[in-house]
Nanobody
Framework: LQLVESGGGLVQSGGSLRLSCGTS????????IGWFRQAPGKEREGIAC????????WYHDSVKGRFTVGRDSAKNTVYLEMNSLHPADTAVYYC??????????????????WGQGTQVTVSS
């Protein structure tokens, strides 16, 4: 499964961005999708995920209330709506997919398929 992220860019503190994760040839509704980010010198961390079965969502405390993960089934994409961005959110953002989950997790290791990442930079 090949994933492609889009929607990254440069935004001022307090601003918003919407990232998308897409693929071709497969139905993303069949996969749990996780969103991760990696800042320079830091480990990759899971920030949000959505399950395949009931579209249940989980969030890291650092983004809870600011970020929203959801599915756009018509476009076969999963989005990450990011609001109230601040410089600490600056990172490369990745989406990942796993077809064997009942729910979803914010850990890196269970996900088998990854996108190439998209840069998000938040200026102060």
């Amino acid at each position: 499964l090949q994933l492609v992220e889009s929607g990254g860019g440069l935004v001022q503190s307090g601003g918003s961005l919407r990232l998308s994760c897409g693929t071709s040839g497969s139905n993303l509704n069949d996969y749990a999708i996780g969103w991760f980010r990696q800042a320079p010198g830091k480990e990759r961390e899971g920030i949000a995920c959505i399950s395949s079965s009931e579209n249940s969502t989980w969030y890291h405390d650092s983004v809870k209330g600011r970020f929203t993960v959801g599915r756009d089934s018509a476009k076969n994409t999963v989005y990450l709506e990011m609001n109230s961005l601040h410089p600490a959110d600056t990172a490369v953002y990745y989406c990942a997919a796993e077809g064997l989950f009942v729910g979803c997790v914010l850990s890196v290791s269970p996900y088998a398929s990854w996108g190439q990442g998209t840069q998000v930079t938040v200026s102060s």
